[in-house]
């Protein structure tokens, strides 16, 4: 999981971002509902330690991304 890796290897949000725009990733896909049935299945959150886990939470309200698109769960950002 490219995220996980990311946000397990970054200290703060901005690195994070830094990060996915050096990686050319512009935007950020999050389905509520996959996310659940992907960490209860297949264990793919690996999150290195529960800080880890609260700073992608976290990322999401710090003014890294701004939200373009939400219907159902589906919720699609821009990185800023």
Do not use: C, Q
Request: hydrophobic fraction near 40%.
């Amino acid at each position: 999981n490219i995220i996980v890796g990311i946000v397990n290897s970054s200290p703060s949000g901005e690195e994070i971002r830094n990060k996915l725009k050096e990686m050319g990733i512009t935007h950020v896909l999050y389905n509520a509902s996959e996310v659940k049935r992907v960490d209860l299945s297949y264990s793919s959150f690996n999150w290195a330690d529960e800080e880890a886990r609260k700073r992608f939470l976290r990322f999401f309200s710090e003014g890294y991304l701004r939200l373009i698109f939400f219907h159902r769960g589906v919720s699609i950002y821009e990185v800023l």
